[in-house]
């Protein structure tokens, strides 16, 4: 049935895909996280494998199967997920950040169990993550670089501050404030956004969507 949409629009290019959530330590036993499904970035790298693209999808932990056909890099932690798409920046000609990154970790991950005090309240420090796909657009050999924007307000405003301030070449913006699209859904609806304007795409499933995605992302690169 996947044969079904074999295209060829990314025939012999390389796509680097990230998906899922980062997951990270507070100590031996807990951590934080978000709830991503993956859903989104395991559907746009069926479809880059079903356009032909060797396909690499380094995913934080989700339920999802890895799809066929592509390589499949398993990481927990947002420096993890950093050092694997450094790794496979080379040669990338796609690059795709689905993935929900956690942007602070903690600032120490504690040895043991973190015990409950007799205080009512506890604190934990945090310190930013490194910005996985800024630092692939800022490579001298970029590759075409797409990122995503879940936003709960001011949708276009904040992606199109998130397509300059990383110098992405498209942003997939995504309101999170609807309820049944895009984050932990089946479905999604998107606007499509780069420095020549801007497209919605309506709400339908995300494997339909993401081949959509594909198709557009493939037509973009080639004229880039
Ligand atoms: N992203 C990333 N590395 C991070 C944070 C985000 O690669 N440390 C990527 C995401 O995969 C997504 C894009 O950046 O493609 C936007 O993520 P988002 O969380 O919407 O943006 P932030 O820059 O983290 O801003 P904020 O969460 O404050 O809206
Ligand atoms: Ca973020």
Not at 36 to 57: C, D, F, I, N, R
Not at 64 to 91: C, H, K, N, W, Y
Not at 193 to 213: F, H, M, V
């Amino acid at each position: 049935a996947a044969s079904l949409f074999v295209t060829g629009a990314l025939a012999g290019k390389k796509v680097v895909i990230t998906a899922g959530p980062t997951r990270e330590a507070i100590d031996p036993v807990r951590y934080i996280s978000n709830h991503s499904s993956g859903k989104m970035g395991y559907a746009l790298a069926q479809a880059a494998v079903e356009a032909g693209a060797q396909t690499v999808l380094i995913s934080g932990p989700t339920q999802l199967a890895a799809p066929d056909r592509l390589e499949f890099i398993a990481v927990t932690t947002a420096e993890e997920m950093l050092a694997a798409s450094l790794q496979q920046a080379a040669g990338c000609d796609v690059f795709i950040a689905a993935a929900a990154v956690a942007d602070y970790r903690p600032v120490q991950v504690a040895a043991q169990k973190i015990k409950k005090t007799g205080d009512a309240n506890l604190t934990l420090e945090f310190v930013k993550n490194p910005d996985i796909v800024a630092t692939i657009a800022a490579l001298a050999e970029k590759p075409f670089t797409v990122g995503f924007a879940a936003e709960s307000e001011n949708l276009i405003a904040y992606a199109q501050q998130k397509l300059a301030r990383k110098n992405l070449d498209l942003i997939i913006a995504n309101n999170i404030a609807v309820t049944g699209i895009g984050f932990n859904a089946d479905d999604n609806a998107v606007t499509v956004i780069d420095k020549t304007g801007q497209q919605e795409i309506s709400q339908r499933s995300k494997q339909q969507l993401a081949r959509e995605l594909i198709a557009l992302f493939a037509q973009k690169f080639k004229d880039s």
